[in-house]
């Protein structure tokens, strides 16, 4: 009885004065998918950058590219330009849920947090400059068309090491996790590491403009992009049943303040 | 660290023996894609011969056929040094991992060496990447397998300081067994990419 009492004082202490919001949490989870969704259908086959248009290509060819394509450019970059946000919003579901393996306020959580909302910033104003460049395409000479494309490429790839860092919190803070059956399947944890390795090589894109790893190429593009792709669903199926269990957990031991 | 998933039950005469997957889980999804991916990159540098015979075959003739052999055999004695420092953790035989994993560590160092002397060897006759198709995927190929070798020459030193400190023993293994997993793996690429670009004529 003493125990039971003990018990019931303590999580009364532990018990915060805010209600945890389950559900908000949940569908900021579910962003993450939507995000990837957008990407993949507009970015991605809407904008024709599955596969992208060749950095060997002439100034000429790249403005008649921008040209040809401006309608289905316009409409899929500016609304990608939108949908980005939700990368962020899902990196702060993703950070609560290591909060729970972590501690609250962990310096990882903190790091993954702010590695996916600055991951953001770098694909928005890439989406802008290629937008910017369909936009105005008929008032712009060829070389500067190539630029705005090349530095659109230069910012969206170099950029990957914000995102390797947040990849890199996650899988470790997932490491660590002591439940018995981990918040995090191992496969995700692993597959982490292999999105994180397999973004180095995109550090060659300057370099290069034929080849495996010019940034069309099958290990820039076609690896380095699909293993984020594959991580990003697969990472979200789990923190979306995280927030149940957790919320199971809270209940279970009477920290749910509703 | 090991999971109960990668616990395997087998019945044997002797009765219910636990048999596992080495290391852990995780590490195994790790090699599988890594697999994939070099399996995607052989593909990728067969289609691009197949477009340019002449120029990959003309190329390939280039190659120290001598160095890519040296370097096979390296590969093949450390896998084999790194397999007896497991077999000695599972006899119990913690004495002797230190030496075997240190002749995984110098192997990894040799395998190192002879691939600068490689590149050397082209960069002096002004062969660079960018030269072209078939030096470029050499370059690429070899290149990325160089750096699993650093990383996992890396883990094997690790390994090498622990155990000399007695970190490991038969019950104690699960470390060791994920980073000699890697490495068997790093000597399978390279069993593979060896073949591939050196010795398969691009008909």
Known sequence: M????????????????????????????????????????????VAHNMPPFPPSATPEQVK?????????????????????????????????????????????????????????????????????????????????????????????????????????????????????????????????????????????????????????????????????????????????KAVDRIKAEDEAAGLVNN | MSTIS?????????????????GVDGVWVAIGADSVIFAILFGSFMQARLHNPAVFEASRHTLNMNLGGVDTLILLTSSWSVALAIQALKRGLVDRVPRYLLGGVLTGLMFMMSKSVEYFEKFAQGIRPATNDFYMWYFTLTGIHLLHVVFGTSLLTYLWVRARRRAYSCSRRVVPECVASYWHLVDLLWIVIFPLLYLQRAV
């Open chain 1, 64 to 240: 008649a590219h921008f040209h040809d394509f401006r309608l289905p450019l316009l409409i899929a970059l500016s609304i990608c330009v939108t949908m980005t946000a939700f990368y962020m919003s899902f990196s702060v579901a993703v950070a609560r849920v290591m909060e729970r393996v972590e501690g609250p306020g962990g310096l990882l959580s903190k790091l993954e947090m702010m590695g996916g909302t600055i991951t953001c910033a770098p694909v928005m104003v890439t989406l802008a400059i290629w937008l910017t460049a369909a936009h105005e395409v008929d008032n712009l000479a060829p070389g500067v068309v190539h630029m705005l494309y090349w530095m659109g490429w230069l910012l969206f790839d170099l950029a990957y090491f914000v995102t390797s860092l947040q990849i890199a919190a996650i899988s470790i803070v997932f490491m660590r996790d002591k439940r018995e059956k981990k918040l995090v399947g191992q496969f995700v944890i692993w597959w982490g590491w292999v999105t994180f390795a397999s973004f180095f090589a995109v550090s060659a894109i300057p370099f290069v403009t034929t080849g495996p790893l010019c940034f069309n190429g099958v290990i820039s593009f076609w690896i380095a992009f699909f293993t984020w792709f594959i991580w990003i669903p697969s990472l979200s199926y789990y923190i979306i």
């Open chain 1, 2 to 45: 003493a125990i039971h009492a003990e018990s019931a004082t303590s999580a009364a202490s532990d018990l915060s004065p805010y209600r945890t919001d389950y559900t908000s949490w949940k569908i900021l989870a579910w962003t993450g998918p939507v995000f990837l969704f957008a990407v993949f259908v507009l970015w991605g086959f």
């Open chain 2, 6 to 22: 990668n616990v395997e039950v087998v019945n044997t005469d002797q009765g219910v023996t636990p048999r596992r997957l080495p």
